[in-house]
T-cell receptor, first 116, second 118 residues
């Protein structure tokens, strides 16, 4: 399968714990996006990378959140000191950066986080 | 500001009925793209269509058709002869080309949950 993959698919953690999610984009895609989706809502943009450079971060990305894409391939999203409000589906997407707004973003299956 | 509104939260139809999902968008940019994505119960967003702001031609793909009207800032999606497999959440999204969106991030609506009953 050559689509976007995410790991883990589900994560249950206790409040205050740190969690890390991984996203593997489609291999030739140089742009990688993270979105967060809460129940009954559409996905909300968190951040994006062009190769290894993190070029934009949403105000939703508090100081407890950090994302990396060290070699321009896979990316990790870490949440420190999780709170119950962090419970959501975290979606990763990738695309080619030809003309940015037109590029179709391919989404992974998401990581569903539950904070108890 | 950029915004996408899908006023219909849930729609329920009986198989073979036609159904239209509404999408209204807001942007001050003159160049932008509109998308529809499908999210089945498995959770993975599936791309359906992309339109740019300069192309108002309607598009038909099988049982799916899209009506883009700049005058009303709408990009509506119609499923003809709906089937049970069409049951999913459908999202309309906007990506505007401007200084504040160099990366092409998508702004999604709240989604419309479509339930097609046999």
């Amino acid at each position: 399968d050559t689509g976007v993959s995410q790991d883990p698919r589900h994560k249950i953690t206790k409040r205050g714990q740190n969690v890390t999610f991984r996203c593997d984009p489609i291999s030739e895609h140089n742009r990688l996006y993270w979105y967060r989706q809460t129940l009954g809502q559409g996905p909300e943009f968190l951040t994006y990378f062009q190769n290894e450079a993190q070029l934009e971060k949403s105000r939703l990305l508090s100081d407890r959140f950090s994302a990396e894409r060290p070699k321009g391939s896979f990316s990790t999203l870490e949440i420190q000191r999780t709170e119950q409000g962090d419970s959501a589906m975290y979606l990763c997407a990738s695309s080619l950066s030809q003309v940015a707004p037109s590029n179709e973003q391919f989404f992974g299956p998401g990581t569903r986080l539950t904070v108890l | 500001a950029q915004k996408v509104t899908q006023a219909q939260t849930e729609i329920s139809v009986v198989e073979k009925e036609d159904v239209t999902l509404d999408c209204v968008y807001e942007t001050r940019d003159t160049t932008y793209y509109l998308f529809w994505y499908k999210q089945p119960p498995s959770g993975e967003l599936v791309f359906l269509i992309r339109r740019n702001s300069f192309d108002e031609q309607n598009e038909i793909s099988g049982r799916y058709s899209w009506n883009f009207q700049k005058s009303t800032s709408s990009f509506n999606f119609t499923i003809t002869a709906s089937q049970v497999v069409d049951s999913a959440v459908y999202f309309c999204a906007l990506s505007a080309f401007g200084f504040y969106n160099q990366g092409g991030k998508l702004i999604f609506g709240q989604g419309t949950e479509l339930s097609v009953k046999p």
